[in-house]
């Protein structure tokens, strides 16, 4: 089966300005989520949908920070405007089912550089 | 509140040579506890979980509720197993995974 995909793979944009980030989940899987990768750190879960349903927002930086998945299988996650402290890989993930204890599968990530 | 703390930043061994990766969590409830690994140029991936207790490329891990660890342990490490390797922890029920900071295995020929 296809993996989570993800684009674009590189992102260098100037502080201050927009950037959105894509992602196809794994055909068939109800959870998606969106971590932040901060260099030398694991990933910190922003956003984990159920379908198109918001389950967990609670880490998402909303006053800048914001995403969504329209008919509950693609979705886009937007930093409007960006900050240098927001450099990071962007990950995806999917699960066919709700909860951390689910097994996710990974994108390739999209690795933003804001200067 | 959900904690994953993995002491080794950076881990260094020589091939055939035993392998322990720490990590020790914090929860009070009962934890469901996960491995995950990276490869070079290689998406994040799950090496193991502690609920099915089975070993994965010669990886197994203990869930120690007394110590609150987790380790990772191989009895013979290969050139394969370099990788960066995440421990997480996910809470009862529908809770979020919390990963650790990582720490990079490097196996030595």
């Known amino acids: 089966e296809a993996g989570v995909a993800q684009s674009p793979r590189y992102k260098i944009i100037e502080k201050r300005q927009s950037v959105a980030f894509w992602c196809n989940p794994i055909s068939g899987h109800a959870t998606l989520y969106w971590y932040q990768q901060i260099l030398g750190q694991g990933p910190k879960l922003l956003i984990q949908?159920?379908?198109?349903?918001?389950?967990?927002d609670s880490q998402l930086p909303k006053d800048r920070f914001s995403a969504e998945r329209l008919k509950g299988v693609d979705s886009t996650l937007k930093i409007q405007p960006a900050k240098l402290e927001d450099s990071a890989v962007y990950l995806c993930a999917s699960s066919s089912a709700s909860g951390g204890a689910e097994t996710q599968y990974f994108g390739p990530g999209t690795r933003l550089l804001v200067l | 509140a959900q904690r994953v703390t993995q002491p080794e930043k950076l881990l260094s061994v020589f091939k055939g040579a035993p392998v322990e990766l720490k990590c020790n969590y914090s929860y009070s409830g009962s934890p469901e506890l996960f491995w995950y690994v990276q490869y070079s140029r290689q998406r994040l991936q799950l090496l193991l979980r502690h609920i099915s207790r089975e070993s994965i490329k010669g990886f197994t891990a203990d869930l120690n509720k007394g110590e609150t660890s987790f380790h990772l342990k191989k009895p013979f490490a290969q050139e394969e197993d370099s990788a960066m390797y995440y421990c997480?922890?996910?809470?009862?029920?529908?809770?979020?995974?919390?990963f650790g900071q990582g720490t990079r295995l490097t196996i030595n020929p």
């Open positions: 997480a922890l996910s809470g009862q029920g529908a809770q979020k995974l919390v």
């Open positions: 949908f159920q379908n198109n349903g918001v389950v967990d």
